[in-house]
């Protein structure tokens, strides 16, 4: 059964494809049965998803499926899975966390986020072609703006920019079908590998992000000293006149966005901000 080398559309089946997905669905399901009681709330919906991702992934290539409709149906479900992964890792994680200061906010998380990764995975569902990922990249720089400017440790920053490098060079071999089809491993296997092991990455920083309290997360309009907001922080106020170090970290994200815009004008490109409303 597992060994069958066509899918119901006539394409070949290399001999390792799904293997990888189906040991990983294994290895997942039994940690998450094992160590149930250990797990973070806050973590549950990633793990979950991580579990169903393996599982379907597995169902797509191992299982030699008669009906061209039902294997269609289940490939769209199994990308979907990806982006949802994506979903419950990068908003609704976040917003489950029970200290007020380490959840970023809301309404923003639900446009830069929540939305447009929503959507996309509507959009796989329905058979939208790659711009459905879209969403993904938008949502990973919701977060990398929220871990790396308003959290005092980087741990979960770091993860989120290696999980999403993994991701993208594993879309990229997808989308180009890198080395064309072989019979035993070919650019969709690599795939797979990029994103188990991205997976893992996402897990492990769903864990550390569990674990953190109001002292590693800086209050709203509070102050954050990770090593990455320092770096920009200082590139910002070392050229601004009008703005100090303290000053930006207590002030709101308009005062600093026009910080930011402050070291554009400096650097030389000059920008008319006269039709924006007053107050902004």
Known sequence: MVFHKQYADGSPRPLCRGWLHGMSALTSLSLTYKYWNEIPSVATPVVMNICCLFVISSLVHL????????????????????????????????????????????????????????????????????????????????????????????????????????????????????????????????????????????????????????????????SSSSTLAESVVGIVTSNSTNYTAEEFYSSTPAIQAEAAVELLVWSGLKLDLSFLPAGL
């Open 63 to 222: 299982v030699p499926w008669q009906s061209r409709t039902l294997e269609e149906a289940i490939t769209r479900i199994d990308k979907a899975c990806i982006l949802a992964l994506c979903w419950t890792s990068l908003f609704l994680t976040p917003q489950l966390h029970e200290s007020d200061a380490c959840r970023p906010d809301f309404v923003f998380s639900l446009v830069t986020a929540a939305i447009p990764v929503g959507l996309g995975v509507m959009g796989v569902l329905c058979g939208a072609g790659p711009i459905a990922f879209g969403g993904f990249f938008c949502a990973v720089a919701s977060s990398m703006w929220h871990f790396g400017m308003q959290v005092e440790d980087s741990d979960v920053f770091y993860c989120i920019v290696g999980s999403t490098a993994l991701y993208a060079i594993g879309f990229g071999l997808y989308g180009s079908q890198a080395g064309g089809h072989h019979p035993v491993w070919g650019y969709h296997e690599w795939f797979h590998l990029l994103v188990a092991i991205g997976s893992v990455i996402s897990a492990q920083a769903v864990f550390s992000f569990s674990a953190y309290t109001n002292e590693i997360c800086s209050l709203p309009g509070g």
